[in-house]
C-alpha cells in the first residue's frame, strides 16, 4: 500500500519572509496611523503618511530581505567551495568525517563507512553539504524569492489599515483601524499556520498579542507628545 506523507519545510524560506512581510505591514501602518490620528491630525494626512510608510516600507523590506538573505547565501556558498576544496585535497579524511557523522547517527562503523563510499561516488559535495555542512536545495537561501515574498507581502498587508482610513468615519478612525488591524493580524495568524501545518491558536496568539502592543505603545507616544512615533 502506497504511504504519501505532506511535508511543508519546502515552503519555510518563502513562507518566513511573506509572513515577516505581511505582519510588518500591517503593524508598522496601523501604528503609524493610529500615531498620526492620535495627535488630532486631518484624514488626508493619516492618509499622506501612511502611503509613504508603504512606499517605503514595502522597498525597506525588499532590500533588507535580499541584503540579508544574500549574505546568508555567500556564506554558503564560501562553505561549498571550501568542501569542495577540502574534497580535491583530503578525500580520505573527508571520507572519514562522513562516516563519523553516520556513526553519530546510529549506523555501526561498516555500515556507515558504505553508506560514505557509496555516497561520496553518486555524488561527494552534495553528501557533505547536506550531511556535514545543513545545505540542501529545499532550505539554500534564496535572496530573491525573500525579497518578492516580503516586499510583496508588506504591500498587502499595509493597504489594509489604509483602507480603513478610507472607509471609517473621523470618529470612528482610532478603534476601527485597531480592531481591523487585530482581525487581519489574527487570518494572518491563521493562514500562516495552515500554509506551515503548525498549531493555528499558537500562531493567532502570537502574532496578535505583538501587534497589539505596537499599536497600543506608538498610539500612546502619539496622543501624549502630539506626534506621529
Known amino acids: 500500500m502506497r504511504h504519501s506523507e505532506s511535508h511543508r519545510t519546502h515552503r519555510t524560506g518563502w513562507l518566513r519572509a ?30 499622506v503618511a501612511g502611503v509613504a510608510g508603504l512606499v517605503a ?32 585535497t583530503n578525500p580520505e579524511q573527508e571520507h572519514a568525517e562522513l562516516t563519523s557523522i553516520y556513526i553519530k547517527r546510529g549506523l555501526d562503523k561498516t555500515l556507515a563507512a558504505q553508506v560514505a563510499t557509496q555516497l561520496t561516488q553518486h555524488d561527494a559535495l552534495a553528501a ?4 556535514e555542512l545543513g545545505i540542501s536545495d529545499t ?25 480603513m482610513v478610507l472607509i471609517l468615519p473621523t470618529s470612528a478612525l482610532m478603534w476601527g483601524v485597531a480592531a481591523s488591524s487585530l482581525f487581519f493580524l489574527a487570518l494572518l495568524g491563521y493562514m500562516a499556520a495552515r500554509a506551515g501545518g503548525s498549531p493555528v491558536m499558537a500562531s493567532v496568539t502570537r502574532v496578535t498579542f505583538w ?12 496622543a501624549l507628545f502630539g506626534v506621529a512615533a
Do not use: C, W
Request: no cysteine; charged share 15%.
Open 57 to 88: 516600507g514595502t522597498m525597506s523590506m525588499a532590500a533588507g530581505e535580499y541584503v540579508s538573505v544574500s549574505s546568508q547565501a555567500d556564506t554558503e556558498s564560501a562553505d561549498l567551495a571550501r568542501e569542495k576544496q577540502e574534497l580535491a
Open 211 to 222: 501587534g497589539a502592543l505596537a499599536m497600543g505603545l506608538t498610539a500612546g507616544v502619539g
Open 139 to 163: 532550505l539554500a537561501a534564496k535572496p530573491v524569492q525573500a525579497a518578492l515574498a516580503s516586499a510583496g507581502t508588506f504591500a498587502v498587508g499595509a493597504a489594509l489599515p489604509l483602507l
Open 18 to 47: 511573506a509572513v515577516l512581510g505581511a505582519n510588518d505591514g500591517i503593524v508598522s501602518t496601523a501604528s503609524l496611523v493610529l500615531g498620526v490620528a492620535a495627535a488630532n491630525a486631518e484624514t488626508q494626512g493619516i492618509l
Open 128 to 131: 557533505h553539504s547536506r550531511d
